[in-house]
């Protein structure tokens, strides 16, 4: 038995401009319709009307472990295990650290499709850790047959950012769980857009961040899972203030606090949560098995009207649904030049290098309609070649 979302009821959430076709939410999701007024509330009526004494009348400290549940509900996580605050990148460098703490090995594996950012901060790590340890960086269809007995940690971005193309969580981390090593799994293009189980895949670490397929807004706050065999096993790389177990006793010498808050570090993003949590009204309710059959009706409709319409552009997705995320991918060796032609038509999606054309797909938002207009406003720029002007071709600071 099918179950799929129906779009109808939630895009009405979304702030979305009128002659937009928005396939981006896989870089940034929309304007909740709500997040304005929950900000502006908590500007005004707790920053403003309660000052400083809004951080216990409002329940300002406790904002990041009860959005964090929230969220572990979408990523099959417990709800006290999972944290919010800081940004991907810092996030990563903790998990990483946690899981090395936990092992005498010192090579860790990850694939040539993560995002360049967990390699650098992974890379920053190894180097401050100066221990010996090696990062191994293997083709993703190599990465099941590179785990051995020597695996420290198997460190991977769950759905590739540039093809979609996903990883089988249970089945990697079975293995390295096999050969005696630990997981640490970013899930920023997983989070919100397809279903995730890290309890039942029994992974151990795992970050991600809000403001794609959450729709949390511009740098909204990163949130760390650790399971609970692990958690209070660590000593968080980076012992701040809010991860004491005595924020308020102001103790000179760090003592970790229970469970997943010894993973917090600074001041709870206030403003941010508050946009954050309106954003996640709109799964309350639906459920990601629901999201996900409708973003591969939605998928094989784009899909299949680019080969149709738009032939010179070739699929960099896995052909299969069982085998991509939320997001389908294309090639052309002028695809920035028609990204840019599609934007200014009011169809947003994005260029990844060298030559990646991304559609997102959301089904909170996006219709069969929107993509009907993406495959017709595509199909005419690439039969007119309205995508070869000197505009389109300048790149710009942000791709």
């Known amino acids: 038995m099918t179950h799929t979302h129906d779009t109808a009821l939630t895009r009405p959430l979304f702030d979305l401009p009128d002659g937009v076709t928005y396939l981006d939410g896989n870089s940034l999701g929309p304007l909740p319709c709500g997040a304005a007024q929950r900000v502006a509330d908590r500007m005004q009526d707790e920053w403003g009307a309660m000052l400083i004494t ?30 919010l605050g800081d940004t991907l990148s810092l996030r990563l460098y903790q998990a ?10 010192r090579e860790i594996i990850t694939d040539s499709g993560n995002f360049p950012s967990d390699l650098y901060m992974a890379q920053g790590l190894l180097d401050t850790l100066g221990r010996g340890h090696t990062l191994r960086v293997v083709a993703p269809k190599d990465v099941a047959s590179a785990i051995s007995d020597e695996t420290a940690v198997l460190m991977l971005t769950q759905v590739d950012y540039r093809t979609g193309r996903k990883h089988d969580m249970a089945a990697l981390t079975a293995k390295a769980h096999d050969h005696g090593a630990l997981t640490v799994w970013d899930l920023a293009h997983s989070a919100g857009a397809i279903p995730v189980n890290l309890t039942g895949a029994q992974a151990d670490f795992a970050v991600g961040c809000t403001y794609k397929f959450l729709n949390g807004g511009p740098g909204s706050p990163a949130f760390l899972y650790a399971a609970p065999r692990h958690v209070n096993a660590v000593h968080p790389a980076l012992p701040g203030w809010l991860g004491h177990a005595q924020p308020f006793a102001f103790e000179p010498k760090y ?14 993003p206030v403003l941010a949560l508050a946009a954050l949590d309106a954003a996640l009204d709109a799964f309350d309710d639906t459920t990601m098995r629901a999201i996900l059959e409708t973003s591969i009706t939605l998928s094989e409709q784009l899909i299949q009207g680019i080969a149709t319409h738009a032939p010179q552009l070739t699929l960099a997705s896995p052909t299969d649904p069982a085998q991509r995320g939320s997001q389908v991918s294309f090639r052309h060796p002028h695809a920035y030049a028609i990204c840019q032609a599609l934007i200014a038509q009011g169809v947003i999606g994005d260029f990844r290098a060298p030559d990646i054309l991304r559609f997102g797909i959301t089904p909170l938002y996006t219709t069969a309609g929107d993509i009907d207009r993406a495959v017709q406003i595509l199909g005419e720029i690439m039969k007119t070649g309205a995508w070869d002007r000197p505009e389109f071709h300048a790149r710009q600071a942000v791709t």
């Open 54 to 83: 809004a951080w216990n009348r409002a329940g300002w400290m406790a904002e990041p472990a009860r959005i964090s549940a929230r969220i572990a509900r979408l990523i099959g996580a417990e709800p006290d295990h999972v944290t």
């Open 96 to 105: 990483l650290h946690a899981a090395l703490s936990l092992t005498d090995r």
């Open 255 to 268: 003592t970790p606090a229970e469970g997943i808050d010894r993973f917090r570090v600074g001041t709870p």
